[in-house]
């Protein structure tokens, strides 16, 4: 059986006007019956109200990004808000993408690099 957030257990001696268990309210409803109490609280939403929800967007708490195969979808954006930076959320790489790069940078020639291709390393 659930349990309260103020006291009692649901249908017992629940009798300050959370509902008791009864589920005729809505999330949001029981939320600010419960800030009435000065109980630190918020409603738990669902994926779809994620997406779909204003603020998160606007606030930049959820973003969209485009992949390079799986095309548009939506992610977490930063948690750190700057007053004068806004970071850039991307996608990431494909697997490899940047193999070749790292490679030349930790100083294997173009040549050794097309034999690991060619010997199938990666």
Do not use: N
């Amino acid at each position: 059986m659930g349990r309260c957030a103020i006291g009692g257990r649901y249908g017992r001696g629940c009798d300050h006007g959370c509902g008791g268990g009864d589920r005729r309210k809505s999330k949001h409803e029981d939320v600010d019956i419960l800030r009435k109490f000065e109980v630190p609280c918020a409603p738990v939403l669902s994926m779809k109200e994620i997406a779909h929800d204003p603020a998160l967007r606007a606030s930049g708490t959820v973003v969209e990004v485009d992949h390079k195969e799986r095309g548009t979808y939506l992610t977490v954006g930063s948690p750190i808000k700057f007053s004068d930076f806004t970071p850039q959320i991307a996608s990431s790489p494909l697997l490899g993408e940047h193999t070749d790069d790292v490679l030349t940078e930790l100083g294997y020639t173009a040549d050794a690099i097309a034999e690991m291709h060619a010997a199938r390393v990666f």
